[in-house]
């Protein structure tokens, strides 16, 4: 003879396997315009530091304008030259960009920021950089974010 459950049993067991199994399951992750603008950030510093020349597709518009210290660049090409040219004779050994205040509307977004470098060359001591940035971002046709506009400036922090 097999034991007597009691009655209710089994429908207790299911509302509680109800209950739990959602809960169990990991929800999706909806990420902020800020933490993917962040992320970005971060796959051009990583880009930088593998010395990879294609870096400005990754975080600059096609027609975008940086403007630094340096001089202007017209666009994510101009970017990608310039970083040829340094690369042939620099190594970025370290990099951050990080984003300190941020307003963002459904298309676009202003951003400030700081940034810090040290570049590493041949028979010479470690060149750090750091200072700020004001960038203007494009909400891409994929829903990515893109800068079109940038301003850097050298400080000694930020």
């Not at 992320?39 to 930088?48: F, G, I």
């Not at 203007?136 to 301003?151: A, E, L, N, P």
Request: charged share 20%; proline share 4%; net charge positive.
């Amino acid at each position: 003879m097999s034991p007597r459950r009691a009655p209710g049993r089994s429908l207790l067991a299911m509302v509680a396997m109800m209950v739990v199994t959602p809960l169990a399951q990991p929800r999706a992750q909806t990420r902020t315009p800020q933490q993917a603008m962040a992320d970005r950030l971060a796959a051009y510093t990583d880009a930088l530091k593998r010395k990879d020349t294609r870096a400005g597709d990754v975080l600059f518009t096609q027609d975008a304008l940086l403007v630094t210290l340096w001089g202007e660049l017209n666009g994510a090409a101009a970017l990608d030259s310039t970083l040829a040219k340094l690369f042939a004779t620099a190594t970025v050994t370290e990099a951050t960009l990080t984003i300190t205040a941020a307003e963002v509307s459904d298309t676009s977004a202003s951003t400030l920021g700081c940034y810090t470098e040290v570049l590493s060359r041949t028979g010479r001591p470690l060149e750090p950089h750091a200072g700020t940035f004001i960038a203007v971002w494009r909400r891409q046709s994929d829903g990515g974010w893109k800068i079109r506009r940038i301003i850097t400036t050298d400080a000694t922090a930020c």
